[in-house]
C-alpha cells in the first residue's frame, strides 16, 4: 500500500513556521502576544510573574520585546480602588493605557464600548460611499451585495456579540442607519442582516 502524499505547504511558509516555533507560548493568539492576569486581595503577583515567564520565554527563544509598543490595561471595578505600581520589562516602564485595539476591538478600562463602535461606524460609512459610487456606476445587484457583505457587514458584524448588547441606544440607531442605507443602495432592506439589527435593536431599547 502506498503511503499518502502529504498536503502541500503553502508559498509563504512564514505563518506556519511562526505558529510552530511559537505554539508553547500560552499569551499569544495568532501574532498578538497578550497577557491577561487577576488580580484578587491585592496580590499582583501572579499577574507580575506570568509577565515575567513571557519575557523569559521570548529570551530563551531569541526573540526581543519592543517595551515602546507594549501597552497595559487596568481594569479595577471595585469602590476603593488603588493605584497599581507600574508595570516593567527589563527595568522599562511598561504604558498604561486607558483603551487597547485587540483583535479589531477596541477594549477600554470601563469595558464601556462607545470607543469600538464609533470606530465601527466610521469605517462602514466610510466604505457605503463606495457603495453609492458602484450603484451609480450601474454595476449588478449581486456585485453590489458581495462588496456590502465582504467590507461593510464584516466590519459591523465583528465580535458583534460582545459589544452589541451594552453599546448605548444612541449608536444602536446610529448602526441601524448605516445598515439601512446599505440596504436600500442594494435592495436588501427586508433581508436577514438588517431585520436582525432591527430584531435587537427593540429588544436592546425593551429590555425582557
Request: glycine share 2%; hydrophobic share 40%; proline share 6%.
Amino acid at each position: 500500500m502506498s503511503a499518502a502524499t502529504p498536503p502541500a505547504l503553502p508559498t509563504d511558509h512564514s505563518p506556519l513556521l511562526f505558529t510552530l516555533l511559537t505554539h508553547d507560548c500560552t499569551a499569544k493568539f495568532s501574532d498578538d502576544t497578550t497577557v491577561v492576569g487577576l488580580i484578587s486581595n491585592n496580590n499582583e503577583t501572579p499577574y507580575r510573574e506570568e509577565v515575567v515567564q513571557l519575557v523569559e520565554w521570548c529570551g530563551a527563544n531569541n526573540l526581543s520585546l519592543s517595551v515602546s509598543k507594549t501597552k497595559e490595561v487596568v481594569m479595577d471595578f471595585r469602590r476603593n480602588s488603588v493605584d497599581h505600581p507600574p508595570l516593567t520589562i527589563d527595568s522599562l516602564a511598561v504604558e498604561r493605557v486607558s483603551s487597547t485595539k485587540f483583535l479589531g476591538v477596541h477594549i477600554t478600562e470601563d469595558l464601556i464600548w462607545t470607543t469600538n463602535t464609533m470606530s465601527l461606524c466610521k469605517k462602514a460609512q466610510q466604505r457605503l460611499h463606495f457603495l453609492h459610487r458602484g450603484k451609480w456606476a450601474s454595476l449588478p445587484p449581486p456585485i453590489l451585495t458581495i462588496f456590502y457583505r465582504g467590507t461593510i457587514e464584516s466590519v459591523l458584524t465583528s465580535c458583534i456579540t460582545v459589544w452589541y448588547r451594552n453599546c448605548s441606544a444612541a449608536y444602536c440607531k446610529t448602526l441601524q442607519r448605516t445598515v439601512n442605507i446599505a440596504a436600500k443602495t442594494i435592495g436588501l432592506l427586508n433581508s436577514f442582516f438588517p431585520q436582525a439589527v432591527r430584531a435587537l435593536n427593540s429588544n436592546h431599547l425593551n429590555p425582557l
